[in-house]
């Protein structure tokens, strides 16, 4: 990086742009620390990158008796412990004084260098931090101070970094607007899937081949003992008078999967197997597949075989419980772990057809709905998707539906691939201008501007005269 910057350019390790501070939390139990007039910051601040207001403030006798300490307006603040850190390095900059906690440090820039300008920086380099300077714990990642104070910085003239933070703030506005209305496509499109499987489910999108095919619901009574199951009355809305309903279990052999203990190491068979982190909403994600030792008997109980329904059996999010997807044989011999229950189903009906109904807005209603419990845990179980209420037409129109369902749902997979595209591009595009712009290339140089080094010696100069002003001052204070 250094080689490519401009002449009039200088770079300058992190621990020598400004003043670092760090933070405290006030005692919780002294009432006098709290409510006060003083903007404490958090790492739950640290979302916005100019922090405006928090949601915690103290007061002056807090700073007096804690940790907390006063941090001058035009600082950048910085997240340095934080789970969030697995990820991303938030940033922000403060127009006011503030405190902040024991998981933020703060600098305060010299005069030299703009707190915008650093705060952009401290977002180029977020890859090389996260990478070089982070360690990562199970739960928590903490920065590591000196390898982040080690990081050179490249500093160009004061009235370049602010051409260079006007440009990136406009480009940036640009892409956020992109962002914004690609965002909102695929809100849409969802909405739109649902309102398509919605319609599906209501028994529209199979009616006239209802009408030529009036024995729609002589193959299930194969496959069902007793009376017919009803849905939730407020629900039968979704559902036209023309399907036979039953639990999932009549249709589809359901049981769990492995649980993870230490003793399987010792097993004498491996296998490959899915977990929760594996499946989503009609997709497998596979680049990550861990291995677990097993038992023969286990080894044959838990192969996944094509067509298998994989249901997630909780999620800390409502909206995630029950999220299914189908294995299609895309590797061998793999089972599953317990916290993903498998649907087979029986050999005349249609896997897809019933992955299409549990997405569904009313299949999804049905899974939270089970998944409820008076403890206000959200879980799901072998005998609640077993006792799932599931719609059964004939094997013919289960095809028929799957088939007339294959068009539209297509073209929305296609419509939201593209989308996922122009949102990656749109991220290569923010590190490109931040590449751009801290070597130098994005605005122009001005041969009138001041360079760096000139700048640079003069701050030099000045803290190295406070330095032996405040020498001088401690020694007249000891001689006294």
């Given amino acids: 990086m250094t ?250 052999d359901i049981t769990g999967g492995l649980t993870k203990n230490p003793k399987r190491s010792s097993l004498p068979l491996t296998m490959k197997y899915l977990r929760v982190a594996n499946v989503y909403a009609d997709r497998l994600e596979l680049s990550e597949v861990s291995e677990i030792g097993v038992t023969e008997d286990e080894f044959d109980g838990v192969r996944l075989q094509r067509g298998d329904l994989l249901v997630v059996e909780g999620n800390g999010s409502v909206g995630q419980i029950g999220r299914v997807a189908m294995w299609e044989g895309e590797l061998e011999d793999v089972g599953h772990q317990n916290h993903l229950i498998r649907v087979r189903l029986a050999p005349r009906m249609s896997p897809r057809f019933f992955l299409s109904f549990l997405m569904s807005p009313l299949g999804r209603d049905l899974i939270v709905r089970k998944a409820n419990s008076t403890s206000g845990l959200h879980t799901l179980s072998i005998s609640k998707i077993s006792s799932l209420p599931v719609p059964v037409p004939s094997t013919k129109e289960q095809e028929a539906l799957v088939d007339a369902l294959a068009a539209p749902m297509s073209a929305i997979e296609k419509q939201a691939e593209e989308i996922e595209g122009a949102l990656v591009k749109c991220s290569a595009l923010r590190q490109s201008i931040l590449n751009q712009a801290f070597s130098g290339s994005l605005v122009p140089q001005d041969a009138s501007d001041e360079p760096a080094s000139v700048l640079l010696q003069r701050i030099r100069a000045e803290q190295e005269g406070a330095k032996q002003r405040r020498d001088t001052k401690n020694s007249k204070k000891e001689a006294a």
């Avoid at 703009?114 to 401290?122: F, G, I, S, T």
């Fill in 3 to 252: 080689n490519r910057l401009p002449l009039n350019w200088e770079t300058w390790p992190l621990a020598n742009v400004g003043d670092w501070q760090g933070g405290g939390t006030p005692s919780s139990t002294n009432d006098a620390f709290w409510d006060g007039d003083i903007p404490w910051v958090s790492p739950k601040d640290m979302k916005v990158p100019v922090i405006s207001s928090t949601q915690d403030r103290i007061t002056a006798v807090a700073i007096e008796n804690s940790a907390a300490k006063l941090i001058p307006a035009r600082s950048v603040l910085f997240v340095t412990r934080s789970g969030i850190l697995a990820h991303s390095f938030p940033v922000a900059t403060t127009n006011l004084a503030v405190t902040v906690n024991q998981d933020l440090k703060a600098i305060t820039p010299v005069g030299v260098v703009e707190p915008n300008y650093l705060a952009w920086a401290l977002r180029y380099l977020e890859r090389l931090i996260l990478h070089s300077c982070t360690k990562h714990g199970t739960t928590v990642h903490s920065v590591e101070i000196s390898a982040l104070k080690a990081l050179m910085v490249p500093i160009p003239p004061i009235n370049e970094q602010r051409r260079i933070m006007a440009k990136i703030e406009e480009l940036f506005s640009e892409l956020d607007r992109g962002v914004e209305s690609l965002t909102t496509a695929r809100e849409q499109l969802k909405a739109y899937r649902q309102s398509v499987l919605k319609y599906a489910f209501e028994g529209k999108l199979t009616g006239e081949w209802r009408e030529d095919n009036v024995k729609s619901k002589a193959a299930y009574q194969e496959h069902k003992d007793g009376s017919e199951l009803e849905i939730p009355d407020d629900l039968s809305e979704y559902c036209a008078d023309c399907w036979t309903w039953g639990k999932l279990s009549d249709v589809a």
